[in-house]
């Protein structure tokens, strides 16, 4: 009987790399063409560099890793994770362990349009802009289907609407925004987007007899949210207060909202990065977002709730899984098949997933063992490297630092070279004995 992706879970960050990728393979999330690719160290050759940027020299490489034990709406998946910043990968695997067991993931996708903006800045009349632009709104949406957005027409997207916004300048006078709605599908439409709204300046100022200043897509993509919610059935009631209390932190101080949301992204843009989407413009979004009323907050919040818990997580998250790097760097078209999504909005549900459920880890930890304990306990083997141990000397250098984390709660790389300097003055004390002997 075939293993399936569940079967793989328990004990998977004990398994050697090698293991690992043997584990992937039978459950056919990785093909041998993957293992053989990831074998050769990945991408080497950089003429496909130099199609995506410019002046290049070379490729920096990240870490990827796979988070397990999530399951998002009935579904199992392994999530590839690009990431330099150690214990990310470790929490939310944990995480999602512990959710799995004692609760539930579910997520959606809440509309489907992203947004363009089309500035005139500076108009004679506000009122009639608007009424000569809504007049005209729906040759406008047909005129930019039919000769831009053909393409998302014939896959079922393309112009859906058009209104128009009104923007004091500060000065006593206004400025006019026309902001188009498109449905992208299964991109994430920034080029087609910005395509639509340059084909649109000129029949714009031919209706209004007003200049169009600029056209560009927005990252404030506040028509297309996407929401995962977490609840945990089996919680220690104190465990649970001491989270909802730190989540009311974030909602009401914007200093720790900016961590907060930090911690969040730490699950969202390592999957970003992994499947080559834009992770830039999804942070902008996010936080954009997460100012909405005037006061930057939290993106995500959690309560009580029936002697469990509930941990809810609503931005903009819009990402492609077609065009651009996704569909030509070998590494994220990998990834991408890892996930195993079959759509853009799939893809943006688990991240979204991710996020919350590595931020559910970082509240825990805060209101338990403090942050510094879990992730320091697997920084240790970041320092040893960083005092220049070699392989053999990492495990010993480790597990004294460990010695001393649990003493004084606290080590640095300074530790790390005493430790070392310690291990190899010992060795070299024990091979003068050895050999007067």
């Not at 990834?335 to 590595?358: F, P, Y």
């Amino acid at each position: 009987m075939k293993k399936q992706l569940q079967d793989i879970f328990k004990g998977f960050s004990k398994l050697s790399r090698e293991d690992r990728l043997k584990a992937l393979k039978d459950v056919g999330v990785l093909q041998e063409s993957d293992l053989e690719y990831l074998a050769k160290g990945g991408l080497r050759d950089t003429s496909l560099g130099e199609k995506f940027i410019e002046n290049v020299i070379g490729y920096f490489q990240m870490p990827l890793g796979v988070a397990t034990n999530f399951r998002i709406d009935g579904k199992d998946y392994a999530i590839p994770m690009a990431v330099e910043e150690t214990s990310i990968v470790a929490a939310v695997c944990k995480s999602a362990k512990w959710i799995r067991e004692s609760g539930s993931i579910t997520t959606e996708v809440i509309g489907n349009e992203i947004i363009g903006q089309i500035q005139c800045a500076k108009i004679k009349d506000y009122a009639d802009f608007e009424k000569k632009i809504l007049l005209q709104k729906k040759y406008l949406i047909e005129v930019s289907n039919r000769e831009v957005a053909f393409g998302l027409v014939r896959r079922g997207g393309g112009v859906r609407d058009i209104h128009v916004r009104r923007v004091p300048r500060g000065d006593g006078t206004d400025m006019a925004v026309i902001h188009v709605l498109m449905d992208p599908c299964d991109a994430m439409g920034a080029n087609i987007m910005n395509q639509v709204c340059e084909f649109l300046k000129e029949p714009i100022e031919q209706i209004t007899g007003e200049k169009v200043t600029m056209c560009i897509l927005s990252n404030l993509v506040d028509t297309k949210i996407t929401r995962a919610v977490v609840h945990i059935n089996k919680i220690d009631p104190d465990l649970a207060e001491k989270i909802e209390e730190a989540s009311l932190f974030a909602k009401q101080d914007p200093y720790r909202a900016a961590t907060n949301n930090k911690g969040v992204l730490n699950g969202i843009d390592p999957i970003l990065v992994a499947t080559g989407n834009d992770w830039r413009a999804v942070e902008a979004g996010i936080h954009a977002y997460a100012c909405r009323d005037g006061q930057y907050r939290s993106i995500t919040r959690w309560y009580r709730d029936q002697g469990g818990l509930t941990g809810v997580f609503e931005a903009p998250l819009v990402v492609g899984t077609v065009g651009g790097v996704t569909a030509l760097h070998p590494t994220a078209m990998m990834c991408m098949k890892m996930i195993g999504a079959n759509s853009a909005n799939e893809l943006s549900r688990v991240a979204a997933a991710v996020g919350l459920v590595q931020n559910l880890g970082a509240l825990k930890a805060l209101t338990t063992v403090g942050i510094i304990e879990g992730h320091m306990k697997l920084h240790t083997k970041n320092l040893a490297l960083g005092a220049g141990a070699e392989e053999t000397e990492i495990p010993m250098v480790q597990k004294k630092l460990e010695e001393i984390l649990s003493i004084r709660k606290r080590i640095s790389l300074s530790n790390a070279i005493d430790v070392l300097k310690e291990l190899r003055a010992n060795k070299t004390s024990a091979s003068s004995v050895h050999h007067s002997s």
